[in-house]
């Protein structure tokens, strides 16, 4: 061509979660027979949980109504009745908040929203992350930027906490760090944050002058007797404050695709305030959100079954997540931390255990010969060197933790399996597939 066309910032996109998908794909060529177990994504469709009678009535009820609205376009910025709801919604959980609808939006998931975020910073400013990270911010931040990453390190021996210290000395040693990301409950850790160490966030954050991005997506999914802190009810007259949240995960309805940006305290700062009016203007130019996900949003929420169908939805999901603890915190090499929310776990490894000569046998040596090859790639993490052998041994696919930019070496899993027999086959096998990973060089 006559000019160059690709992004020079491509190399910056890095989304392991699916990158593995490609993996899979290829070992499946080789060897038909393969079967996977997908622990890669959280999608709880898939791994068997079945989507609420009351939604699909939910569905058809706004399907069936009179007119077809929700088959058009509906406002640019989100369905203003949709946005009304969701402002007396955060009113429930933090009764001070002052968020109005105009600066409320609706988006086609939260990975729009991401995008929309990081692409309307001025160049140059950029938002502290944590480390791990979930790829969608971390990779889109980085790519709006064009250089890699600033990060913070959530601390794997205190059940990944942020690491305050750090933090502040990141905040000290970029200054042109704008923000701060917290995403809590944490994918892909688990972690859920107390009211203390949010404080402390909010603390540097009023002390620098910076903003806070809140990912609340499991907001709702939070196990073990804990609840989730209201940071809305913290950053009142404190901090600017942007929250995502959405209906992927907690309906579960991941394919619906509907999530929405909260802009808080937008009148503390004007510099705040015109960065909210510019992320207001390029939603714009996504023309709408998809119009029946959003639509029903209120529906769902306030329907009379939803709130005994999530306790439900948690107490299975915090079930599965205190037997897969179980099996792998008993795994010599293995540091556990059990999560208490979402419905992730990443288990990683003690220092020093990984070496570039470990092993698990591959029965299919065109299979053997393809992950060798891919594993002798320069600058292989030892974290996916596991990953490939593992998939290509056992079938397990999980996604390894230096795909987050994890400060420590492990893998991160989904605790969604329904099938209590199926879900402690896979992890047994991987607890001995980790034993004989180590043990084999």
Same mark, same amino acid.
């Not at 005994?308 to 107490?315: G, L, M, Q, S, V």
């Given at each position: 061509m006559r000019t160059p066309v690709t992004h020079p910032n491509v190399p910056l996109l890095k989304y392991a979660i699916r990158e593995i998908v490609d993996v899979t794909q290829k070992l499946q060529e080789l060897e038909p027979s393969y079967l996977f177990v997908r622990e890669n994504i959280g999608d709880p469709v898939a791994k068997g949980w079945p989507v609420p009678s009351f939604l699909k009535q939910v569905l058809m009820d706004e399907i069936h109504r009179k007119g077809d609205l929700v088959f058009g376009y509906c406002h640019s910025r989100g369905i203003p009745e949709v946005r009304k709801w969701i402002v007396q919604y955060a009113k429930r959980f933090s009764p001070s908040s002052t968020l109005d609808y105009e600066y409320v939006l609706l988006t086609n998931g939260l990975g729009a929203a991401i995008s929309s975020l990081y692409h309307m910073l001025r160049r140059g400013a950029r938002i502290l992350q944590p480390a791990p990270c979930y790829p969608s911010h971390s990779s889109m931040e980085s790519f709006a930027a064009g250089a890699e990453p600033v990060f913070y390190n959530l601390d794997v021996v205190r059940n990944w906490e942020p690491d305050l210290d750090h933090m502040e000395s990141q905040i000290k040693r970029h200054p042109e760090v704008a923000g701060i990301l917290i995403?809590?409950?944490?994918? %892909? =850790? +688990?972690?859920?944050?107390?009211?203390?160490?949010?404080?402390?966030?909010?603390?540097?954050?009023? @002390?620098?002058?910076?903003?806070?991005?809140?990912?609340? $997506?499991?907001?709702? /999914?939070?196990?073990?007797? &804990?609840?989730?802190?209201?940071?809305?009810? /913290?950053?009142?007259?404190?901090?600017?404050?942007?929250?995502?949240?959405?209906?992927?995960?907690?309906? %579960?309805?991941?394919?619906?695709?509907?999530?929405? $940006?909260?802009?808080?305290?937008?009148?503390?700062?004007?510099?705040?305030?015109?960065?909210?009016?510019?992320?207001?203007?390029?939603?714009? &130019?996504?023309?709408?959100? =998809?119009?029946?996900?959003?639509?029903?949003?209120?529906? $769902?929420?306030?329907?009379?079954?939803?709130?005994?169908?999530? @306790?439900?939805?948690?107490?299975?999901?915090?079930?599965?997540?205190?037997?897969?603890?179980?099996?792998? +915190?008993?795994?010599? +090499? &293995?540091?556990?931390? @059990?999560?208490?929310?979402?419905?992730? /776990? /990443?288990?990683?490894?003690?220092?020093?255990?990984?070496?570039?000569?470990?092993?698990?046998? $591959?029965?299919?040596?065109?299979?053997?010969?393809?992950?060798?090859?891919?594993?002798?790639?320069?600058?292989?993490?030892?974290?996916?060197?596991?990953?490939?052998?593992?998939?290509?041994? =056992?079938?397990?696919?999980?996604?390894?933790?230096?795909?987050?930019?994890?400060?420590?070496?492990?893998?991160?899993?989904?605790?969604?399996?329904?099938?209590?027999?199926?879900?402690?086959?896979?992890?047994? @096998?991987?607890?001995?597939?980790?034993?004989?990973? &180590?043990?084999?060089?």
């Open positions: 995403v809590n409950p944490n994918n %892909p =850790t +688990g972690a859920v944050y107390s009211e203390a160490t949010l404080e402390k966030v909010i603390r540097l954050a009023e @002390r620098y002058q910076l903003m806070v991005i809140s990912d609340e $997506i499991y907001f709702r /999914m939070v196990y073990h007797g &804990l609840k989730h802190v209201q940071l809305t009810e /913290m950053a009142v007259g404190r901090i600017p404050l942007i929250l995502l949240r959405g209906t992927s995960k907690d309906v %579960p309805w991941p394919g619906a695709r509907s999530g929405w $940006i909260e802009f808080h305290n937008v009148d503390l700062d004007s510099e705040y305030k015109s960065y909210c009016e510019a992320v207001k203007k390029r939603v714009l &130019l996504e023309v709408c959100a =998809t119009t029946l996900p959003q639509t029903v949003i209120p529906a $769902i929420y306030d329907h009379p079954e939803y709130e005994n169908w999530n @306790r439900t939805y948690n107490a299975g999901l915090e079930h599965n997540i205190d037997l897969i603890a179980e099996i792998l +915190g008993s795994t010599k +090499g &293995l540091h556990t931390n @059990r999560p208490d929310g979402a419905f992730y /776990m /990443m288990p990683t490894f003690e220092e020093g255990v990984l070496n570039n000569h470990q092993t698990l046998p $591959i029965k299919n040596s065109s299979a053997r010969q393809y992950i060798e090859h891919e594993v002798a790639e320069p600058g292989m993490q030892p974290d996916k060197r596991f990953a490939y052998y593992l998939l290509a041994s =056992t079938g397990i696919c999980v996604v390894p933790a230096s795909g987050f930019s994890s400060p420590a070496p492990g893998f991160r899993i989904t605790t969604l399996e329904r099938d209590e027999v199926k879900l402690k086959d896979t992890y047994r @096998r991987l607890s001995q597939a980790v034993t004989d990973y &180590l043990k084999s060089a």
